[in-house]
């Protein structure tokens, strides 16, 4: 009998022989670093905040109004659009995790925004961006179309769909998780290089690698899915990729010019725009596209994301702890 | 990230704003050149420099004159330098700025230099401050001198405190406070709140028992209740320490002490868990066992551990060694114990602890008791150690223990040919001069800190820049080389760390409890060990003049972690090796990149260093070991703290250990730790005779996808290779 793949129709329960034990290892790689947000100290934020000059100031509340609603919409396409139609059950543990994790940012981002803002019609009207303010309704108008190409679709009959499925999960890894998280990423590491808001970016960092994570996983089912249907992702898919990207770059930039108006010291939308260009060829290099832009990365600040970090514990929670352990007391291991 | 080119770093023009993205773009490109850390530092200083000249300030007397005028500084001082100006003046070595890393000025801009208490721009450049620390702690021109000159070489720098502090209207210049366990009622504990905020506020790091306090279930006489035991208490103490700003330069920080018997003591290490109910979480306190031999040996017999009330049994903190041992075994032949585990269930509990958060750190009450100068008799007795695990001193409810640290760098005192000797004992000698100094001239913020320091006057000695020493000499950390240098080198500054204090208590008479101590018994630290130095007939010669004059201290040598001054002497912290040989910095000032300047110059002579090796270390997580061309005695030379074997670290710290005579504190580092590999390495460090160890380092599960090295698509990288293997004529790799 031929092997169940990964898009085929239906909801598998077998785990075991494990077809995908690659799913399986990120599951328990992401429990092992579980964080909660009590752990994120914003108060250093209060005094930074009072310090930031009104365009700063802009900057941080669009950015915060964003972050506040973009994991609630990546929450609600997993569980409602790609948990029911990815066949395997070790990779739904993932995807289960991550709709966890996903619910941890939306706290983080609901508690920074209660502390960033603390009068109650200012907190009201950020909660409502992504209804009024152009640059970040657009944004979500974009996550919407794609979540809606396969909004109808409860199973993956043909060819087609399939693609669809594909070209959804592409899109939110790719380009809302990979691009416009990515994004907003920056702009809380700008501020980080200049020792400002050292808890948003506590709490992002951890974000970070979370999302890091959703994004590799992603991949790692976009390459299961051409493995086992080798003629899925033809040129017409890829074209149709690096059209979304173009989209994405373009409706990340519009955001970039809302916050930056005129330019902020090193943070400008020229600069941001180059930046976004950089991401999204490496995220068509990840797919095995070539690269659309051939920009260079503006931002050295970036490299400090790249390598270990060694915090001086009177400075800050360092966030390099593993959460489960194994094993029972022995007195002859080497170490 | 884009490439920092030269042409970009001239001096800015435009102002502040344009300066600063200068420095920002010069420090951003450390990676690819680490002389770029110079030219950041370089540019900084020249920005500091116009900030201070807007303030009127351009010499050193200017300097303190204008500190001074705005209320930050010491009347006396300002009389002193006002009195000395031209000769202090001329002290100033300008040149001596070029000696900085960026990182290292920075952290001085952000935080150690004085700043105008309404403009906040800064009001000293960085060799005035030096200077200015070293007159607050001299009555001479030439005693001045001979601070700063060691200061500004970069040879010795005192702890973050007395930077901060030396010449201010509070100096208060200690590093550490150790409280004991407040007495177990209601006063004592909001006491000790008072006392511990106090403390706080000054800068110190807090160590603080609770061993004392009645544990869960505990009948409350007066109320006729039941104890909630000791979390409730320190959750109050959490809150308490996370209030307390030390002057907006840092947050508080408290560590507390709980001895293993103690029956809340599984609670207790699931403080700092981040799951379960937050009403029993402290998220700012350290965590730190306080361990003794017996629950060691019973861990080793696979025995059983009983658990105290210490309403119940209120004598065992006073106890250590045998005399603990029995009254412990009688208490538990008589069931008095709360319960009973199994010894090994409870030390997995602490393995996991460690595991998860780093914290729960293991320190062992009896070594540190039975080799400390300070416990000849019975009722003296340490019961914990501090912030940091390198200070052991004895407390009481009237002696709040205290230390003044200062560290020597030992990267000044190496060149290719070995370590220069003389240099070093006489860097030591003038350290314990200034250490002992602060002493009389700290500002204490309670009475039972400064009743203590004033009887037994301890200082802390400890050194820095240890794995910059065996780069330098191109050892490895397990090299047997290594271990007899390290040693060496901890036996020299004792030497003269003990001579300098007979010195100074012939000048100026021995510390008052001397009587109490075991030096005026005859017995030195090192002869609690088995250990065979290097110059016998020193030591022998050092013992008859103590026995001559006494000491000035009670205590001398402590290896502090040195985290903040290690970075402003641009060396590696304490004796640790590097965590990685491209790694970054995270501090309240922002984020810094860190590259192995050693290993720069190895790939440099080899042709190897290019952008292809940078993303490859960067790939690698800072790991050289898969490096193509690197010759093995590079790689195991440049092997990082994870790639070591962590039993070369704790052979190495107890080999020290006799020349230390407070505590040592040692990090250990295991990427992806078990109970089972943990287990083993805390028993054999015990076994060493360590008397404490500290944070246990550990890799996160997960990580941050990098953005600024290649993305590829494994399946082609694994394509490329097969493709070189099979047809080596067509792949365009091989060209």
């Known amino acids: 009998m031929t092997e169940t793949m990964l898009l085929d129709p239906g909801m598998d329960l077998t785990l075991r022989p494990m077809r995908y034990p690659g799913f399986y290892e990120r599951y328990r790689a992401a429990i092992r670093n579980t964080w909660t947000v009590e752990e994120v100290d914003l108060q250093s934020d209060l005094a930074d905040l009072a310090r930031l000059g009104p365009g700063e100031r802009h900057l941080i509340n669009r950015l915060v109004a964003f972050f506040a609603t973009g994991d609630s919409i990546v929450a609600n396409n997993l569980v409602l659009n ?65 979540i809606d190409s396969i909004n109808g679709l409860s199973r993956l009959e043909t060819r087609e769909d399939r693609r669809r499925f594909l070209l959804n999960l592409i899109c939110f890894a790719a380009c809302i998780e990979g691009l416009f998280f990515y994004g907003a990423f920056a702009y809380v590491y700008w501020f980080r290089s200049r020792g400002l808001l050292g808890g948003l970016a506590t709490g992002t960092n951890w974000v970070f690698r979370d999302e890091s994570m959703h994004m590799e996983f992603a991949f790692d089912v976009v390459d299961t899915v051409r493995r086992e249907e080798p003629g899925l992702f033809d040129e017409e898919l890829a074209a149709q990729v690096v059209r979304m990207m173009e989209e994405a770059v373009a409706a990340e930039l519009a955001f970039a010019r809302d916050l930056c108006g005129d330019g902020l010291g090193g943070m400008t939308a020229e600069r941001m725009r180059a930046y976004l260009e950089y991401v999204a060829d490496r995220r068509l290099a990840r797919l095995g596209l070539p690269a659309r832009y051939g920009t260079a990365n503006p931002f050295a600040f970036m490299e400090f994301q790249d390598v270990q970090e060694l915090a001086n514990f009177f400075e800050r929670r360092v966030s390099a702890y593993q959460v489960a352990v194994e094993g029972d007391v022995r007195l002859d291991e080497s170490f | 990230m884009t490439q920092t080119n030269g042409a970009t770093l001239a001096r ?119 200077l200015r620390v070293a007159c607050g702690l001299s009555s001479s021109v030439g005693e001045a001198a001979e601070l700063y000159r060691l ?105 507390v002490y709980l001895e293993t018997w103690h029956a809340d003591v599984e609670e207790f290490l699931e403080l700092r868990d981040n799951t379960g109910e937050d009403a029993r979480r402290t998220h700012n306190l350290n965590l730190a066992n306080w361990v003794p031999d017996e629950f060691m040996r019973r861990v080793e017999a696979d025995g059983t551990w009983s658990l105290f009330d210490p309403k119940e049994a209120p004598e065992l903190t006073d106890l250590w060694g045998e005399a603990f041992d029995a009254r412990y075994r009688e208490l538990e032949a008589a069931g008095r114990y709360v319960r009973q585990v199994p010894a090994r269930a409870l030390y997995a509990r602490m393995m996991r602890t460690l595991a998860q958060t780093g914290n729960g750190w293991m320190t062992f009450k009896d070594a540190a008791n039975r080799t400390s100068n300070q416990t000849a008799l019975d009722r003296n007795v340490i019961h914990l150690s501090n912030l940091c695990t390198e200070i052991l001193e004895v407390t009481s409810d009237a002696e709040t223990a205290v230390c003044n640290l200062g560290s020597v760098n030992l990267a000044a005192h190496v060149t290719a040919e070995g ?44 050194v820095m820049g240890l794995a910059d020493v065996f780069f330098t000499l191109r050892l490895p950390f397990d090299a047997p080389e290594a271990l007899a240098l390290s040693t060496r080198i901890a ?39 088995p250990a065979s130095p290097v110059h016998p007939e020193e030591w022998a010669e050092l013992r008859l003049r103590i026995e001559a004059t006494g000491l000035r201290n009670s205590l001398m040598v402590a290896v502090a972690p040195t985290a903040t001054i290690a970075s402003i002497a641009g060396c590696h912290e304490c004796v640790e090796p590097q965590v990685s040989n491209v790694f970054k910095r995270e501090t309240l000032s922002g984020e810094f990149l860190q590259v192995n300047r050693y290993l720069v110059r190895d790939l440099r002579r080899l042709g190897l260093w290019t952008r292809e090796t940078r993303d490859a270390i960067k790939t690698a997580d800072g790991s050289v070991q898969g490096l193509p061309g690197l010759p093995d005695d590079l790689k195991a030379l440049y092997r990082t703290a994870w790639e070591l074997p962590q039993k070369a670290l704790i052979d190495l710290a107890a080999a020290r250990q006799p020349y230390v005579d407070q505590g040592q504190s040692l990090n250990l580092f295991m990427a992806a730790p078990t109970i089972g590999k943990l287990s083993s390495m805390y028993a054999y460090a015990w076994r060493s005779g360590l008397k404490t160890t500290y944070y246990l380092r550990s890799r996160p599960a997960t990580r941050i996808a990098q953005t600024t090295v290649p993305a590829v698509r494994p399946e082609a990288a694994a394509e490329a290779v097969a493709c070189s293997l099979e047809n080596p004529e067509i792949c365009e790799a091989c060209q």
């Not at chain 1, 200012?122 to 794609?146: G, L, M, T, Y």
Request: charged share 25%; aromatic share 10%; net charge negative.
């Open chain 2, 151 to 255: 200061m500004s070489s970069l040879a010795y720098l005192p702890s973050s405190p007395t930077l901060f502090n030396s010449g201010t209207r509070r100096p208060q210049l200690s590093s550490c406070f150790l409280l004991d366990s407040p007495r177990d009622e209601l006063e004592g504990i909001y006491e000790r709140y008072g006392q511990v905020a106090r403390l706080s506020k000054y800068a110190g790091g807090i160590g603080v028992s609770w061993t004392r306090v009645r544990s869960r279930g505990s009948l409350i006489r007066g109320t006729n209740g039941l104890s909630n035991g000791i979390v409730p208490w320190l959750r109050t103490l959490d809150a308490s320490v996370a209030a307390v700003n030390q002057g907006g330069r840092r947050k508080g920080a408290a560590c």
């Open chain 2, 419 to 462: 370590v220069d000797w003389a240099r070093l004992r006489a860097t030591v000698r003038t350290a314990v001069r200034f250490l002992d100094r602060t002493i009389d001239l700290g500002y204490y913020p309670t009475p039972e800190a400064e009743a203590a320091n004033l009887r037994w006057r301890p200082i802390g000695l400890g």
């Open chain 1, 82 to 146: 790609l948990y029911q139609h990815v066949n395997a059950p070790e990779a739904r543990l993932y995807l289960s995790r991550q709709l966890f994790e996903e619910a941890v940012h939306v706290q983080f981002y609901l508690t920074l925004l209660d502390t960033y803002l603390p009068d109650h019609d200012e907190r009201v009207r950020a909660f409502a961006a992504v209804d009024h303010i152009p640059s970040i309704r657009d944004k979500a108008e974009f996550c919407f179309r794609w």
């Open chain 2, 491 to 529: 036996e020299e500054i004792a030497l003269a760390a003990y001579g300098a204090s007979a010195d100074l208590a012939a000048e100026r008479g021995r510390h008052p409890s001397y009587g109490e101590t075991r030096a005026a018994r005859g017995v030195l630290h090192l002869d609690h060990y």
């Open chain 2, 12 to 130: 800015p023009q435009g102002g502040p704003a344009a300066a600063w993205q200068a420095i920002e773009e010069a420090a951003a490109g450390v990676v690819a050149d680490p002389e770029n850390s110079k030219t950041a530092a370089r540019l900084l200083g020249g920005l500091i420099a116009d900030e201070t000249a807007r303030h009127g300030v351009r010499s050193f007397s200017e300097s303190v004159a204008a500190a001074h005028a705005e209320g930050l500084l010491d009347d006396g001082l300002a009389a002193f330098v006002a009195a000395e100006a031209a000769a202090l003046d001329a002290l100033v070595d300008e040149a001596a700025d070029d000696r900085f890393e960026y990182f290292g000025l920075r952290t001085v801009y952000d935080r150690y230099l004085l700043r105008h208490p309404v403009t906040r721009g800064v009001l000293e450049r960085p060799q005035h401050f030096l």
